[in-house]
């Protein structure tokens, strides 16, 4: 079974986004190091950036994802998606929290 976080930000560059998110994963035993950045052209001439990163825990098991999606119009796109068979119920709770901390102002409520 698995846990997802998704949230959309408005004003916050995808590249430093995932910087964010990986430093906040680290502070709770978690590595999200190797991601894979794409960058895709649309008609107008602008870009969009995918940011796609395994998550390992301390001894190196995929134990999750994060997805980010930067849209030409400003808006970004995240899932954190973590398997709570092998993460705690409390490093996603405090994972959560720590992610609504620093990046709520940011946050687009639907």
């Not at 134990?63 to 998606?81: E, F, N």
Request: aromatic share 6%; glycine share 8%; hydrophobic share 35%.
């Amino acid at each position: 079974m698995t846990v997802q976080i998704k949230k959309t930000y408005r004003g916050l560059n995808p590249e430093m986004l995932y910087d964010e998110i990986r430093d906040t994963v680290g502070r709770h035993g978690l590595n999200a190091a190797q991601a894979n950045l794409q960058t895709y052209s649309v008609s107008s001439g602008a870009t969009q950036s995918r940011v796609t990163v395994p998550v390992r825990n301390s001894d190196g098991t995929e134990c999750g994802s994060i997805h980010i999606l930067g849209s030409a119009h400003g808006d970004v796109r995240m899932t954190v998606i973590l398997h709570d068979t092998l993460v705690s119920s409390e490093v996603v709770q405090a994972l959560q929290a720590d992610i609504d901390f620093m990046l709520g102002a940011y946050e687009v409520k639907w």
